[in-house]
């Protein structure tokens, strides 16, 4: 019987032919037999496929062949099964799309002048040591945080995420440049690249939760200090940590409390709303 899974991972490291990676990477996904979307720059890649466990193994390991992959923080979680509708390998100026590639640096050893990682257990004593003073920072889209974040979050209004400079540029979060800012995101990869451009325009105290939500749902489900479910990019839409997860979203329709997120007036269209099923079922008809 099959077992679908899918496995995220990102690596920062200096990549002197992009392309000849995306071939590469094509071609393993293809012999493999998984699909996702992977995006390849200057700067390293960001991977999130998925299939049958044997193939996503199968991808893993001949990832792994590659030296500068080799220690990649693979993230594995359960599949629906075709949770890609396809296989997309592309090169880009970023492989988090910020609009600054020329800002960020990267050597073997990752992103130069980022923010501090912290483990799960180490934001933790964070919180405990600094109380209040510690500053959450969703380093997502608004639309994630609807349905999932960390309990008392700064949730910027940002519908991508190039939205985060200009905010920040306009001085919205200036009051928080000397207190200590956790950014978090799905599975570290958009805080690798935002706190370095917090730190270069004024942040004193930047941190990042390392392994992003993933891993620290991982090791603290919900009994910690997430709320809600974790959205995510594939046919899913959003899991959750426990069999006691709390319902933070609210339905655009009707108010009530749903984690359900959908393509919404039109099914078929491309913008995404926290819509609680009953009512999405009218527009589906």
Request: glycine share 12%.
């Amino acid at each position: 019987m099959s077992t679908p899974k899918i496995v995220l991972f990102y690596v920062f490291t200096p990549i002197a032919d992009p392309e000849a990676i995306r071939l590469w990477q094509h071609t393993l996904c293809e012999a493999a037999g998984v699909t996702g979307r992977i995006i390849i720059s200057e700067h390293g890649i960001n991977s999130t496929v998925g299939g049958d466990i044997h193939a996503v193994k199968k991808y893993v390991r001949g990832t792994r062949a590659y030296a500068a992959f080799k220690n990649a923080d693979i993230k594995w979680s359960d599949g629906l099964g075709d949770d890609f509708p396809r296989l997309s390998v592309k090169v880009r100026p970023e492989i988090v799309t910020f609009g600054r590639p020329g800002e960020l640096q990267v050597d073997e050893s990752g992103v130069v002048g980022g923010g501090t990682h912290l483990s799960p257990e180490a934001v933790h004593q964070l919180v405990d040591e600094r109380g209040d003073d510690v500053v959450f920072f969703d380093g997502r889209n608004h639309l994630e945080a609807e349905i999932g974040r960390f309990r008392d979050a700064v949730v910027p209004p940002t519908e991508t995420t190039r939205d985060f400079i200009d905010l920040i540029e306009r001085g919205d979060y200036d009051h928080l440049k000397d207190k200590p800012v956790v950014t978090y995101c799905t599975g570290g990869v958009r805080c690798e690249v935002l706190s370095v451009l917090m730190r270069n325009r004024g942040f004193n105290e930047v941190y990042q939760l390392d392994g992003g939500i993933v891993r620290y749902g991982e090791k603290y489900g919900d009994d910690g200090l997430w709320d809600g479910s974790l959205y995510v990019f594939d046919k899913r839409m959003s899991l959750d940590f426990s069999d006691h997860t709390k319902v933070i979203g609210a339905c655009t329709r009707c108010g009530g409390e749903t984690k359900n997120v959908a393509n919404y007036p039109d099914p078929g269209g491309r913008e995404l709303v926290v819509v609680c099923e009953q009512c999405l079922a009218p527009a589906e008809v």
